[in-house]
């Protein structure tokens, strides 16, 4: 909250509880997810990656990926949102506009420190405050944007990023299709291509990457 030249925390009366009661729900949600991510490694994803991929620990992930995977961080992107246009909107009166971004946007550089700590200091993979940060210095030019335009910008940003996912997954699709040609064409003993052995070299590389090897496994528990 903002009195003044003053800076100090909102007081209770203040809050709007409704919106603290979804927070802390969304939170949550985020935690059961990173509970995966911090505890095995590589499994967020793939559950056969440093086991967990049986019985209650299997039902326990698809609850997880079903329910509150992209879930409860669409919904805590939302309420940040919703915060913008609160913090904008509750503390302009009787203040002059400077005043409100300087207090914005100090709070702002203040998430993205605390991110480049999480991210380069407590090595957390899953580093999410210093994007939140990055979009709220740009979000704040939209603050008063009306509201369809701002739905229509959504729908253009959701359908940009829907095509990049879906031309990433068939590339995927691609590069696996190939690698099982060539692997078929390496059992019949013919001579490979080159194109073939790219094929089998790219699958590899992507697998490198996403599954765990025992020794890869071991060496990350010795870190």
Do not use: C
Not at 188 to 206: H, Q, R, Y
């Amino acid at each position: 909250m903002i009195t003044g030249r003053h800076l100090h925390p909102t007081e209770s009366k203040e809050r709007i509880d409704s919106l603290d009661i979804i927070r802390g729900v969304a939170l949550f949600g985020i935690l059961l997810m990173n509970i995966v991510g911090f505890g095995l490694y590589k499994a967020y994803y793939d559950p056969t990656n440093s086991g967990g991929a049986t019985g209650w620990d299997l039902k326990v992930w698809w609850i997880n990926n079903l329910f509150f995977e992209g879930t409860m961080r669409g919904l805590f992107s939302m309420l940040y949102g919703a915060g913008i246009v609160l913090f904008n909107s509750r503390t302009v009166n009787g203040l002059l506009g400077i005043e409100v971004t300087d207090a914005y946007f100090r709070r702002t550089l203040w998430l993205l420190m605390f991110g480049v700590v999480h991210a380069y200091l407590l090595l957390w993979v899953g580093e999410i405050l210093f994007p939140y940060a990055v979009v709220g210095l740009v979000a704040y030019s939209f603050r008063n944007m009306r509201p369809k335009q701002l739905i229509i910008g959504g729908l253009l940003l959701s359908t940009m990023l829907t095509l990049l996912n879906t031309k990433d997954y068939f590339n995927t699709k691609e590069t696996f299709d190939s690698y099982n040609t060539a692997i078929a064409t390496k059992r019949n003993s013919d001579t490979l291509t080159l194109e073939s052995k790219k094929a089998i070299a790219e699958w590899e590389t992507i697998m490198a990457d996403k599954k765990v090897t025992p020794d890869a496994y071991n060496n990350k528990k010795g870190v």
